[in-house]
């Protein structure tokens, strides 16, 4: 049976600021929390930006994006999901008024795509907090943060009403709990950081995400405005049911940031960790208020499954793993051991349409690898990445099984579209795109663009609108 994509489905690719734009000082841009560490998210923190930081020039898209987008709009992207660096509208993140240059440079992008029919999906906070914010104010431990943010997000939405509709307000939110520097801008190191501290922390994102609803929606009430959650469905070890009830525990962590996005309060069972756990969260007048600003969708990345168990001699970690639990011995992992689960994206997908009963996005997945550039039989350099063709036709099939099951999805944007630096490892080396960009961890490389074999695959995906998948 095939399956029928939605005639409007919006097929394209995602990328973050800080992961390819490079030009990390030029045009007023202040210096973010990626500038200072050169081993990514988990590594240690420089106290200045060092060379050995790929993601300083990253793959140079700040000044290479008219010919990114050409390849794109080959392909025939329907959207492309990107980020504003917050740091280059408002160099420290506690200015008074914005830096015109860095608004420039996302109006010029914006309107490259539109040039090309393709639609900006923008997401406000995608890890890269000004520096000074996270060093001055213990990032978003402080509410303060919550201010700086709104004058940010009512800054672009004012500047951009017209260019784009699709917003994203924080990066894979729920992140935080395992990388608090990264997601959070929180500079107190993870293991001296209080749990009453980081959900304190959490619920100043959560505010300040309701109020970017709140505000974008006044300024245009055609904006579609959405969550992004890490989601990583958890499976019970064994039918005990003691591991059933662990995996259920593990899964409420996660699922309550698109719990409060999608319901506007804190669910039963979060109120009911925080009294066993003796934390208690702090509520500013118009706190509860806020959160009732609901989002018009829910979106998500979708890397891998886990497992949990309650038997502490089997909590094995499973490499890679962001968010821990327990590796699933039926699944085969990536080269970084992330466990591969195409049915976890329909899982995924049907358990949250069931739940909140809103539109869905898919706006991260994808398979990071080491890819060889060869010249093949024409002549051209390419890369021949069955293996990510592979990985990205089983995983678009279990959505189309979605959308049979009725689930409702605006699209789909696969991770990395063009080489970028990882947020995980801050190699090159680990690639996810369609097009290779000639780069090397050792800084070497002429920066040239190239087809890969998944370039010409996705093309017919989408140009077939998903008829071309191999079920």
């Not at 106290?47 to 050409?70: A, Q, R, W």
């Not at 070890?237 to 409420?252: K, Q």
């Not at 800084?443 to 071309?468: D, P």
Request: glycine letters at 8%; aromatic letters at 14%.
């Amino acid at each position: 049976m095939s399956t029928q994509f939605p005639k409007d489905f919006l097929w394209g690719g995602a990328v973050a600021a800080n992961q390819l734009e490079g030009a990390y000082q030029e045009d007023g841009k202040g210096w973010s929390i990626q500038d200072v560490t050169p081993r990514g998210g988990w590594g240690p923190v420089t106290d200045v930006p060092t060379e050995d930081n790929m993601k300083l020039i990253g793959i140079d898209f700040y000044h290479h994006y008219k010919e990114d987008i050409k390849l794109f709009a080959e392909m025939g992207f329907k959207v492309f999901r990107t980020s504003i660096a917050w740091s280059r509208i408002f160099p420290k993140g506690d200015e008074l008024e914005p830096n015109e240059k860095g608004l420039q440079f996302y109006d010029d992008l914006f309107d490259e795509l539109h040039k090309y029919g393709i639609e900006p999906l923008v997401t406000l906070s995608h890890y890269e907090t000004p520096l000074h914010l996270s060093r001055e104010y213990d990032g978003w431990v402080n509410r303060k943060l919550v201010d700086f943010y709104e004058r940010y997000a009512t800054t672009v939405f004012n500047r951009y009403k017209d260019k784009v509709k699709y917003w994203l307000t924080f990066n894979e939110i729920n992140s935080i709990l395992e990388a608090p520097f990264m997601s959070g801008g929180i500079s107190t190191p993870k293991d001296q950081l209080s749990e009453q501290d980081l959900y304190q922390a959490i619920h100043h994102e959560l505010v300040a995400s309701a109020r970017a609803v709140k505000i974008g929606h006044q300024i245009n009430p055609d904006f579609k405005i959405g969550c992004m959650v890490l989601s990583m469905p958890t499976y019970p070890l064994t039918p005990n049911p003691d591991d059933v009830i662990a995996a259920m525990e593990f899964d409420h962590r996660n699922m309550a940031f698109a719990d409060i996005h999608a319901r506007g309060q804190y669910p039963g069972y979060m109120k009911r960790f925080f009294k066993e756990n003796g934390i208690s969260i702090h509520f500013e007048p118009g706190d509860a208020e806020d959160l009732k600003h609901t989002v018009d969708f829910i979106s998500f990345s979708y890397y891998m499954s886990t497992c949990e168990t309650a038997d502490e001699t089997k909590k094995v970690k499973g490499e890679g793993n962001i968010l821990g639990g327990v590796s699933n011995p039926h699944l085969e992992a990536s080269e970084w051991g992330w466990q591969i689960d195409p049915q976890g994206l329909r899982y995924v997908l049907n358990t949250f349409y069931d739940r909140f009963q809103k539109p869905l996005f898919i706006v991260e997945n994808g398979l990071g690898a080491v890819d060889e550039l060869i010249t093949n039989e024409k002549g051209e350099k390419t890369v021949e990445d069955d293996y990510r063709i592979n990985y990205l036709n089983d995983h678009l099939v279990q959505v189309g099984e979605a959308i049979e099951d009725g689930v409702e999805v605006l699209g789909y944007t696969s991770w990395g579209c063009i080489d970028l630096v990882s947020a995980s490892t801050a190699q090159l080396k680990k690639r996810y795109g369609y097009i290779y960009v000639d780069r090397h961890d050792d800084g070497s490389g002429t920066l040239e663009r190239y087809r890969k074999k998944s370039f010409h695959w996705y093309k017919e995906v989408i140009a077939t609108n998903g008829e071309s998948l191999k079920r």
